[in-house]
Every structure is written in structure tokens, then in C-alpha cells.
């Protein structure tokens, strides 16, 4: 008996990807921040760092189908249309990544990662206006709930103010924080606009090679802005000045870019695998995990507040997830077709 259809599997191994670089990601970013790390570009930049780490997978794909793609003679899946457009996207993670990194120098995880949550609403919106995401009421509930959840976390947010932030600076991590969340949500919609209208069947190879594009483009976009900032000369003298010395700086940085990079593997593969609202309820129920290991790992408090909020996060995905596999249930089985090659994703 088949519990788990390979679509569903798909979806759980990138879920798995996501929480791992959004939970282990911010806490090691958050890290460089509080022992002395001051370059926001670098940091911005450890979140596609590990993009070359795609080209393993990809090979992997290449040499899967090899004889598919002898026969066809067409092994670079994305067409000129989706790799402009992925190209776009990868632009606009750069900025957003950039935002998120400004948010996170100045504010503590707890809030930073409240202030994240908001892109759920603003990828329900999104994903609304551009992909004509039907809403049902069980997505309904549980966009509420989350939203209701970091309301409720927001009510903790002066006790975790570090020890010295000018007032001036903690309102700019707030309003960098929120416009990252904004953009974000439209960045996810956009992704899974380019989905729909990629004009070629939808496939694991092809999946692979949208991330490594977007990656690339956030990347370099990224590089840019370090050359002009003149960050990678100030790479070493920071090492050398980091509070938990140079070998563990190093640590935190490159843990923090293979963390990173498997968030946006994760982000983009429930997007392609699933929905860009799932991706939103996901991630909105990973800010209120944040909260226990940002209280194991760094100097913030677990207060009843945050417990509440975790309460209700985790009913709220549960009613997604509720709703999601009730309406699988109740659609007609896709029909055979013979092709086990690759397996198409739907949306």
C-alpha cells in the first residue's frame, strides 16, 4: 500500500530542506551579527552562496535521462522566457535577501523572524492577483491563525530589544524587515507565475535548473554590491576581530551559506512541487519553532507569549494541511502514462 504519492514525498523532502536553512540560517546569521560581524552584503550573499552546490543534482538529472536526452537532443530545460524571467527573480532576491540581512543585523530573532511571518499575507495576496490561487476556507483559517500567532508574538517585542540599539536603528530594522516581507511575497508569486506559464512540461530537471538560475542572478547580484563595498578585503581583518575568534567565523559562515542554500532549494521546490501559499503557511509555522531554538542558541527568552503563538501556528498549518489533503482525496486519479523518466510536478 502506497501512503505517500511521490509528489507528496517531494513536497515533505523540500519542507524538510526549508526548515532546516530557515531555522539553522538565521540563528548562524544572527551569530556573526552578535559577535562582531558587520558586513550586511556578505551576509546577504551566504544566501545563494551555495548555488554550485546545484550543479551535483543537475548532473545527476543529466545522467538519469541520458538517453531521453540523446534522443531529443535538448538537455538545457529552461527555455529563454522562464531563464529571463528567473533571471528577474534572482535580482529581486539579491535586494530582498538584503532587506531580511539589514532586519536581522539590528534586530533579535524572535522579532525579526515575527516580522518575516507577515510575508504569508502578502504572499496570499499576491499569489490571488497574479496565479488566481483559489482560496478555500481551511487556507482561509489558517492565513488568520498565523497572522493572529505573530500578532500574538508581537505583544513580547520590547523584552528582547539588545542592549545598546539606537532607537533609530531598531525602527529600520523594522521597516527593512517589513518591506523584505513584502517583496518576498510577491518574489514566491512570481515563481510560481513563471511555473505555470514556463510552456514546457514541468519536471524535477527543470526545477533544478529555475533554482540555479535564480540563485546565480541573486548572487551576483549580491558580489557586485560586495566589490563596490569593498567587503572582500575586509573579510580577513573581521575574521581576525570576531568575537569567538577567526576558525569559527569561518564555521559560521560557510555552515551559514550550505543553510541558506538549502532553504531557497526548499522554498522554490514546495513552490514548483506545490503552492506558493503552502510555502507561506510553512514558513509562517517555522518563525514560532525559531522562537525555541533562538532561546537554546542565543540570549532571548521563551515567555508564555511565544509558547501560545507556537500553539497556534502549528493549528494553523494543521488546518492547511488538513484542507490540502482532503481536496486530494475527493480528485479524480491523474491518468498512467507510461513515462516514469521524470515525474511532472503539478500545481
Given at each position: 500500500m502506497k501512503f505517500?504519492?511521490?509528489?507528496?514525498?517531494?513536497?515533505?523532502?523540500?519542507?524538510?530542506?526549508?526548515?532546516?536553512?530557515?531555522?539553522?540560517?538565521?540563528?548562524?546569521?544572527?551569530?556573526?551579527?552578535?559577535?562582531?560581524?558587520?558586513?550586511?552584503?556578505?551576509?546577504?550573499?551566504?544566501?545563494?552562496?551555495?548555488?554550485?552546490?546545484?550543479?551535483?543534482?543537475?548532473?545527476?538529472?543529466?545522467a538519469k535521462n541520458r538517453a531521453k536526452a540523446a534522443a531529443n537532443r535538448r538537455r538545457v530545460l529552461v527555455t529563454p522566457r522562464l531563464f529571463a524571467s528567473s533571471a528577474f527573480l534572482g535580482l529581486l532576491l539579491g535586494v530582498d535577501s538584503y532587506l531580511y540581512t539589514f532586519g536581522m543585523s539590528y534586530l533579535p530573532v524572535s522579532i525579526s523572524s515575527l516580522l518575516s511571518s507577515t510575508q504569508l499575507a502578502f504572499t496570499a495576496v499576491f499569489a490571488y492577483f497574479i496565479v488566481k490561487h483559489k482560496m478555500t476556507h481551511y487556507s482561509v483559517n489558517a492565513v488568520v491563525l498565523m497572522t493572529f500567532g505573530s500578532v500574538v508574538l508581537g505583544l513580547h517585542m520590547g523584552g528582547d530589544r539588545p542592549e545598546g540599539e539606537s532607537d533609530g536603528r531598531y525602527k529600520m530594522g523594522?521597516?527593512?524587515t517589513i518591506a523584505g516581507a513584502a517583496l518576498h511575497g510577491f518574489i514566491v508569486a512570481g515563481v510560481e507565475y513563471a511555473h505555470l506559464h514556463a510552456g514546457v512540461p514541468v519536471t524535477n530537471g527543470l526545477v533544478l535548473q529555475v533554482q540555479f538560475v535564480i540563485?546565480?542572478?541573486?548572487?551576483?547580484?549580491?558580489?557586485?554590491?560586495?566589490?563596490?563595498?569593498?567587503?572582500?578585503?575586509?573579510?580577513s581583518k573581521e575574521a581576525g576581530e570576531f568575537g569567538l575568534g577567526p576558525t569559527k567565523y569561518y564555521m559560521i559562515v560557510g555552515f551559514g551559506a550550505i543553510a541558506l542554500q538549502l532553504m531557497i532549494m526548499g522554498s522554490l521546490g514546495v513552490i514548483f512541487s506545490s503552492s506558493a501559499l503552502l510555502l507561506g503557511i510553512f514558513t509562517s509555522l517555522l518563525v514560532a519553532v525559531q522562537q525555541v531554538f533562538s532561546v537554546i542558541f542565543l540570549p532571548e527568552s521563551f515567555s508564555a507569549d511565544k509558547l501560545l503563538s507556537l500553539a497556534i501556528c502549528i493549528w494553523g498549518f494543521a488546518s492547511y494541511f488538513y484542507g490540502d489533503y482532503k481536496a486530494g482525496r475527493e480528485k479524480p486519479p491523474a491518468p498512467v502514462t507510461g513515462d516514469n523518466d521524470e515525474e511532472h510536478q503539478e500545481v
Amino acid at each position: 500500500m502506497k501512503f505517500l504519492s511521490f509528489k507528496s514525498l517531494v513536497v515533505i523532502i523540500n519542507c524538510v530542506f526549508l526548515a532546516v536553512g530557515q531555522i539553522g540560517g538565521v540563528i548562524l546569521i544572527r551569530l556573526y551579527f552578535l559577535h562582531g560581524g558587520k558586513r550586511k552584503w556578505l551576509s546577504s550573499y551566504l544566501l545563494t552562496a551555495g548555488f554550485p552546490c546545484l550543479l551535483v543534482p543537475i548532473f545527476i538529472s543529466f545522467a538519469k535521462n541520458r538517453a531521453k536526452a540523446a534522443a531529443n537532443r535538448r538537455r538545457v530545460l529552461v527555455t529563454p522566457r522562464l531563464f529571463a524571467s528567473s533571471a528577474f527573480l534572482g535580482l529581486l532576491l539579491g535586494v530582498d535577501s538584503y532587506l531580511y540581512t539589514f532586519g536581522m543585523s539590528y534586530l533579535p530573532v524572535s522579532i525579526s523572524s515575527l516580522l518575516s511571518s507577515t510575508q504569508l499575507a502578502f504572499t496570499a495576496v499576491f499569489a490571488y492577483f497574479i496565479v488566481k490561487h483559489k482560496m478555500t476556507h481551511y487556507s482561509v483559517n489558517a492565513v488568520v491563525l498565523m497572522t493572529f500567532g505573530s500578532v500574538v508574538l508581537g505583544l513580547h517585542m520590547g523584552g528582547d530589544r539588545p542592549e545598546g540599539e539606537s532607537d533609530g536603528r531598531y525602527k529600520m530594522g523594522f521597516f527593512m524587515t517589513i518591506a523584505g516581507a513584502a517583496l518576498h511575497g510577491f518574489i514566491v508569486a512570481g515563481v510560481e507565475y513563471a511555473h505555470l506559464h514556463a510552456g514546457v512540461p514541468v519536471t524535477n530537471g527543470l526545477v533544478l535548473q529555475v533554482q540555479f538560475v535564480i540563485s546565480m542572478f541573486s548572487a551576483l547580484f549580491c558580489i557586485v554590491a560586495m566589490i563596490i563595498n569593498k567587503d572582500f578585503q575586509a573579510i580577513s581583518k573581521e575574521a581576525g576581530e570576531f568575537g569567538l575568534g577567526p576558525t569559527k567565523y569561518y564555521m559560521i559562515v560557510g555552515f551559514g551559506a550550505i543553510a541558506l542554500q538549502l532553504m531557497i532549494m526548499g522554498s522554490l521546490g514546495v513552490i514548483f512541487s506545490s503552492s506558493a501559499l503552502l510555502l507561506g503557511i510553512f514558513t509562517s509555522l517555522l518563525v514560532a519553532v525559531q522562537q525555541v531554538f533562538s532561546v537554546i542558541f542565543l540570549p532571548e527568552s521563551f515567555s508564555a507569549d511565544k509558547l501560545l503563538s507556537l500553539a497556534i501556528c502549528i493549528w494553523g498549518f494543521a488546518s492547511y494541511f488538513y484542507g490540502d489533503y482532503k481536496a486530494g482525496r475527493e480528485k479524480p486519479p491523474a491518468p498512467v502514462t507510461g513515462d516514469n523518466d521524470e515525474e511532472h510536478q503539478e500545481v
